[in-house]
């Protein structure tokens, strides 16, 4: 048993604030996955331990501390997702994005300058694709996809039937194969 | 026999396919083909989202930055696992009580922050019918006048703060404001519990602006705390926010922020 997990259990801040400091990087990985925005992300993490620490008591053994922690920032994601259906503009991860195009510019013949603009292109509409989707599409997507998470944990957290996950994230999957597929043919 | 669908090639791809359609794909071209278009854009969107990801990377030290942000919102919790339930004739009335003592403890701290105002709630409400169907709703309105002209308080102080921080400077910054974040984030906190079931929208923007006096609260003297607070609520909009719900509440306006220029001429601002 997990000696700070228990003493949080019992209220002791410190055992919690020893599980925060665990656990906020994973967490913040998962909410900006969902979020693709570093402050909601942050803000996912915050209200994601707030919870957490409401809901300890009712947290039982047999579950790992780690999924069940997951399962509420997803949660949290998904509501301010529902809540926040915007446009956000990410123009500062193209410069990060460089090494990355330049580590694959051997596999593709066209120049660097020109690999550059298509993966800048293909950014920003992956970007676009993922703000055209609804909340429930978007983290199905995500889950599923990103994640890899099976589709039964995934309607489990979006509170939804297996089979409807399923749809979802077909859904998901054809909306953003649809925007992003006019791209992939012209750089081929 | 057809070829696979779209919805069938995409659980091919997660492997996830029956098993007819699986030989399907084994022996139709055509359908390979699609499944190999799919696969490819799929995989180029998880490389993409790699670059995303490395990019967002937190440094060791954000567990204990998260910690000294949420530390002051954790609610004190009883020490052992179980919590009692009231009965249900207390938990009947006991909302009006829990309001009425949440709204007076919001005012009482709104009062430490901004100069008091008069309060006119005796106005609004109508004599008491002490028997009858009607008795409760009087009780209910009052608590809501209560909690109305608290809200308005508390919004003003609030707005009065993100107008002060729009104009001050990252070092100017620490001086007072993060005390006065604080004393309304209590009060905030208040509020957010009394208001929650009345208004969505309304405990959305007292859930951003809660955020938002954290980080206030926590400014350090450093430019990139002070950008992040000035992000924040202009991200948001924050006093436009806070504007609209005074609107609807029936209370002042805020002023728009102004900045005093060398001269000492007072231009107004947008945030």
């Known amino acids: 048993m997990d000696l700070d997990l228990e003493r949080a259990r019992r209220g002791d801040r410190v055992g919690f604030q020893r599980l925060v400091e665990r656990h906020s990087r994973d967490v913040f990985g998962v909410a900006f996955r969902l979020t693709r925005n570093a402050e909601d992300a942050d803000d996912v993490v915050q209200e994601a331990f707030i919870k957490a620490w409401k809901k300890l008591p009712e947290f039982e053994d047999r579950a790992s501390f780690g999924s069940w922690l997951y399962r509420i920032a997803t949660n949290c994601a998904y509501d301010l997702l529902r809540r926040r259906q915007r446009r956000v503009s990410r123009e500062s991860s193209y410069d990060a994005a460089e090494g990355w195009v330049e580590q694959i510019a051997e596999e593709q013949d066209i120049s660097p300058e020109g690999r550059l603009a298509v993966h800048r292109d293909f950014h920003r509409e992956l970007e676009s694709a993922l703000d055209g989707l609804t909340g429930a599409e978007r983290a199905a997507f995500v889950l599923r996809h990103l994640e890899e998470r099976p589709l039964a944990e995934i309607g489990e957290l979006l509170g939804l039937k297996t089979n409807a996950a399923k749809q979802v994230v077909f859904r998901a999957v054809r909306k953003v194969r649809t925007q992003l597929q006019p791209l992939m043919e012209a750089s081929r | ?271």
């Open chain 2, 1 to 271: 026999m057809k070829h696979a669908t779209e919805d069938e090639l995409i659980m091919a791809y997660y492997q996830e396919a029956p098993d007819d359609i699986e030989e399907h794909l084994n022996s139709c071209t055509a359908c390979q083909e699609e499944l190999e278009a799919l696969r490819q854009l799929l995989d180029r969107v998880r490389r993409e989202d790699a670059v995303v990801r490395s990019e967002a990377e937190v440094d060791a030290a954000y567990g204990n930055r998260v910690w000294q942000r949420i530390e002051s919102r954790l609610e004190t919790r009883p020490t052992s696992g179980r919590v009692s339930r009231p009965n249900p004739s207390v938990r009947r009335f006991g909302w009006l009580a829990a309001t009425l003592a949440l709204v007076l403890g919001a005012y009482w701290l709104g009062r430490q922050d901004v100069a008091p105002v008069e309060i006119r709630v005796e106005e609004r409400v109508q004599p008491r019918p002490t028997e009858g169907p009607e008795a409760g709703l009087v009780e209910r309105s009052e608590a809501d006048a209560i909690l109305r002209v608290a809200l308005v308080k508390h919004l003003e102080g609030s707005g009065l703060l993100v107008r002060e921080v729009h104009n001050a400077s990252a070092a100017g910054a620490t001086d007072r404001l993060p005390k006065r974040a604080e004393r309304l984030l209590a009060t905030n906190r208040l509020l957010r519990l009394a208001a929650r079931r009345q208004d969505p929208a309304l405990d959305d923007t007292l859930q951003e602006l809660e955020r938002w006096l954290t980080d206030v609260a926590h400014l350090d003297g450093t430019s990139a705390a002070f950008a992040a607070v000035r992000s924040r609520m202009e991200r948001r909009t924050l006093l436009l926010e806070i504007n609209l719900h005074l609107k609807q509440l029936g209370g002042a306006l805020p002023a728009k922020p102004t900045v005093r220029s060398p001269e000492g001429e007072a231009h107004v601002q947008s945030v």
